[in-house]
């Protein structure tokens, strides 16, 4: 990339209409990389305790590996990779003394200074790359309705209300390995942005839609319109929400630095 240029960043999590809160969400910045980010959204699920504890594991993995990881000589996949394995380890350990099975999806994007991303899920949490306000690249979600689009049987809209929808075909905490499906992509360019959420949020809004509000919006706007739009659709049937948004944008200073550069985030209520 020939001009440099900045990331801003926010979070947003709500319970929905849930009486507790499994979801967990960050943006982590490398502490001694600049323009290095972690995001991490992870959807935990077996009841109140067991959700949480899984989600939680999920993150605690995600910080500990991130704390560690050299964007100069480690395999940034390879890191996200290692981050899944390991937070399901230790979630399948959670459940020999836990009341009930803890579950979690993950979805993972880690930004290097360079400008190359990467991302990893595992689930029905999603990230979504947006650019000039269309879709670029989505991932595909581990469930039972995306087999039936995948294999021509459903619409993606039939898939939204499928009675089924919800049932997931790999994620953390099962007695299978997690599927751990990566994506990389060489070169984030300005206009260019990065959504994970898990779905809470994306099953209500079309690709179109996402793509329209965070080209518009700010991303601390962004979560916020798209949590309270989200919560408003759910005619009190939500679940809990999560998400983050980070864009990438020019800096027109006349630094020369291509490298990322500084970087705020908000949390939304």
Partial sequence: MSKAFRLTASTGIHKGDRDYQQDQVVVLSHPRHNGCVLAVVADGMGGRSGGRKASDQVMMTARQLFERYDPDSDDPAAVLRNMVQEAHIVIRLTAITAEQEPHSTVAAFLINPRGDCHWVHAGD????????????????????????VDRGELTEAEALVHPHANILVGCLGTESDPPIAGYTIAQLQPGDVLLACSDGVWHYFSPSELASVLESLTPREATEFLIEKARARARGAGDNLSLVVVKIEPLYDGKKDARLAAWGSAQTP
């Fill in 125 to 148: 949490s999603r990230i979504y790359h947006f650019s000039g306000g269309r879709l670029l690249q989505r991932t595909s979600d581990h469930s039972y309705v995306q087999a039936l």
